[in-house]
Nanobody
Framework: QVKVVESGGGLVQAGNSLRLSCAAS????????MAWFRQAPGKEREFVSA???????????DYANSVKGRFTISRDNAKNTVYLQMNALKPEDTAVYYC???????????????????WGQGTQVTVSS
């Protein structure tokens, strides 16, 4: 069983930055793809970003259009940790952010929640105007 733990959420003013962290540990499956989703009150969960292992220390990053150019996903392999650097935050970024992992590397399915085997409990991000 892989344990996924997010951290780094908080309350910030619009225009500021936050960095979320997600550490995956335990289990026997590899975590080839790690991703972030978010869910705002009254809305469905939505894809934010994913990092897909391509082999030879290469990764492919994918971003939702709403965060492209503002958010950056990265990974520390030694720590099995993925980060989400969020810049130029907007009030509409307010949500609970969830980290998810999977041993799969389906590039055409990384935006689908069902692709992921393990999920964290979420971390709240609140952006005030």
């Amino acid at each position: 069983q892989v344990k996924v733990v997010e951290s780094g959420g908080g309350l910030v003013q619009a225009g500021n930055s936050l960095r979320l962290s997600c550490a995956a540990s335990g289990g026997t499956f590899s975590v080839d793809t790690m991703a972030w989703f978010r869910q705002a009150p009254g809305k469905e969960r939505e894809f934010v970003s994913a990092l897909i292992w391509q082999g030879n220390n290469a990764y492919l990053a994918d971003y939702a259009n709403s965060v492209k150019g503002r958010f950056t996903i990265s990974r520390d392999n030694a720590k099995n940790t993925v980060y989400l650097q969020m810049n130029a935050l907007k009030p509409e970024d307010t949500a609970v952010y969830y980290c998810a992992t999977t041993p799969r590397r389906d590039e055409d399915k990384v935006r689908v929640g069902a692709t992921y085997y393990y999920w964290g409990q979420g971390t709240q991000v609140t952006v005030s105007s």
